[in-house]
T-cell receptor, first 111, second 114 residues
């Protein structure tokens, strides 16, 4: 089992739609969880951290289910500018603060 | 402005050559990392360093070497032993203190073997 698994997509949605991405991780000892956004041929940038109680940042909501080792990202009212690849990220156990990255889920928001 | 600077942005290497990718940060971060990304793939950890003069192998260290002589600098050498070096290389850094620290990336270096 891969350490972080995501559906690669692509997800093609119209503007204004709500879209959800899921991610599972294999190491139950993981403590830190993030969603990063990566535009084509650019570096990843932090979108949001994911907290146990769930958290929201504007149109973005992240959820964590430790029992199922599952993380989700919900994007409401999709904008054209949301088109990107979304990376699920989990800390690597016993590797300092290094992180494991999923392969990413591709989102395309269309007019 | 604070940030992470990688150079060069684009590099072409002949087979059998060693090349060094530069990474400098002025964020006063203790930890630095090198990741590699292949098309359609996730980031894979090459090396990381939590403190000056110390570094550890990541998941794909073979064919690579690093040094950490200064807090600000973490250069990566891609040696001729790396069989498939063409990739996008990303340097990153994070503050120490707790495992939830965010890591920040440089803009990346594109290495192509010709």
């Amino acid at each position: 089992r891969k350490e972080v698994e995501q559906d690669p997509g692509p997800f093609n949605v119209p503007e204004g739609a709500t879209v959800a991405f899921n991610c599972t991780y294999s190491n139950s000892a993981s403590q830190s969880f993030f969603w990063y956004r990566q535009d084509c041929r650019k570096e990843p940038k932090l979108l949001m951290s994911v907290y146990s109680s769930g958290n929201e940042d504007g149109r973005f909501t992240a959820q964590l289910n430790r029992a199922s080792q599952y993380i989700s990202l919900l994007i409401r009212d999709s904008k054209l500018s949301d088109s990107a690849t979304y990376l699920c990220v989990v800390n690597k156990a016993n590797s300092g603060y290094a992180l494991n990255f999923g392969k990413g889920t591709s989102l395309l928001v269309t007019p | 402005d604070g940030g992470i600077t990688q150079s060069p942005k684009y590099l072409f290497r002949k087979e059998g050559q060693n090349v060094t990718l530069s990474c400098e940060q002025n964020l006063n971060h203790d930890a630095m990392y090198w990741y590699r990304q292949d098309p359609g793939q996730g980031l894979r950890l090459i090396y990381y360093s939590q403190i000056v003069n110390d570094f550890q192998k990541g998941d794909i260290a073979e064919g690579y070497s690093v040094s950490r002589e200064k807090k600000e600098s973490f250069p990566l050498t891609v040696t001729s032993a790396q069989k498939n070096p063409t990739a996008f290389y990303l340097c990153a850094s994070s503050a120490q203190g707790y495992s939830g620290n965010t890591i920040y990336f440089g803009e990346g270096s594109w290495l192509t073997v010709v």
